[in-house]
T-cell receptor, first 110, second 115 residues
Framework: GQNIDQPTEMTATEGAIVQINCTYQTSGFNGLFWYQQHAGEAPTFLSYNVLDGLEEKGRFSSFLSRSKGYSYLLLKELQMKDSASYLCAVTAGGSYIPTFGRGTSLIVHP | DADVTQTPRNRITKTGKRIMLECSQTKGHDRMYWYRQDPGLGLQLIYYSFDVKDINKGEISDGYSVSRQAQAKFSLSLESAIPNQTALYFC??????????????FGPGTRLLVL
C-alpha cells in the first residue's frame, strides 16, 4: 500500500508565502499530483510532478524529490481565495490510480 | 455546461433504503471513478472502471455496487443504506494511459445523509 502524510491544517497571512509538505512511502512510484478543494466543492487539478525538481505555474509551484519521497506545494502572494484544502495524491504501479492524502486545510487571514 | 455532472446533488434517505447516484461525463474519457469523502479522511476510492466492460473494486467497496451503462455514464448504488454511508460522494474521470493523462476531473459531488 501507500502511506501519504501531510499536515492537517496551516494558517498564513494574506500576501505571504506558504509551503505545504507531503511525504509518501510507496513502491513503483509514477508521479505526484496536487489538487485544490474549496469547502463543499470538487477537487481541481493544480500540478503534476514526475521528475525531481521544481515546477512553477504562476503563484503556485510544486517540488518533488523522488529519492526522499517528498513533495511540497508553494503558494506565493497569498490571497483570501486560496483558503482551501490541498490534496496530495500519488500514483504507483501499472494502474496509475491515485491514492490521496487526507489533505491540508489552509486558512488565509487578513 | 459542466463536463462531469452528478445527480442528485443532495439526498436524504433512511436506513435500509436502496439509492442510486448517477454520473455523466462529456469529456470522452474511458476511465471513471467513484470516491467518498469524509471529514478528515480524504478521498477514498469505492469503485473504478477503465472501460464499459471493466469494473474494479476500490479500497472501500463493501456495501456499494456500480454499473457502467455507457462510456459516459457510471452509477453508484447503495443496496441497503446505513448511517455510516453518510458522506460526500464524488465521481471522477480521467483520460487513461499514463502520467499527466491520469489527471482526474471531478463532478460537483453528491451530499448523502442516511438517517
Amino acid at each position: 500500500g501507500q502511506n501519504i502524510d501531510q499536515p492537517t491544517e496551516m494558517t498564513a497571512t494574506e500576501g505571504a508565502i506558504v509551503q505545504i509538505n507531503c511525504t509518501y512511502q510507496t513502491s513503483g512510484f509514477n508521479g505526484l499530483f496536487w489538487y485544490q478543494q474549496h469547502a463543499g466543492e470538487a477537487p481541481t487539478f493544480l500540478s503534476y510532478n514526475v521528475l525531481d525538481g521544481l515546477e512553477e505555474k504562476g503563484r503556485f509551484s510544486s517540488f518533488l524529490s523522488r529519492s526522499k519521497g517528498y513533495s511540497y506545494l508553494l503558494l506565493k502572494e497569498l490571497q483570501m481565495k486560496d483558503s482551501a484544502s490541498y490534496l496530495c495524491a500519488v500514483t504507483a504501479g501499472g494502474s496509475y490510480i491515485p491514492t490521496f492524502g487526507r489533505g491540508t486545510s489552509l486558512i488565509v487571514h487578513p | 455546461d459542466a463536463d462531469v455532472t452528478q445527480t442528485p446533488r443532495n439526498r436524504i434517505t433512511k436506513t435500509g433504503k436502496r439509492i442510486m447516484l448517477e454520473c455523466s461525463q462529456t469529456k470522452g474519457h474511458d476511465r471513471m471513478y467513484w470516491y467518498r469523502q469524509d471529514p478528515g479522511l480524504g478521498l477514498q476510492l469505492i469503485y473504478y472502471s477503465f472501460d464499459v466492460k471493466d469494473i474494479n473494486k476500490g479500497e472501500i467497496s463493501d456495501g456499494y455496487s456500480v454499473s457502467r451503462q455507457a462510456q459516459a455514464k457510471f452509477s453508484l448504488s447503495l443496496e441497503s443504506a446505513i448511517p455510516n454511508q453518510t458522506a460526500l460522494y464524488f465521481c471522477a474521470t480521467s483520460d487513461g494511459a499514463s502520467g499527466s493523462q491520469e489527471t482526474q476531473y471531478f463532478g460537483p459531488g453528491t451530499r448523502l445523509l442516511v438517517l
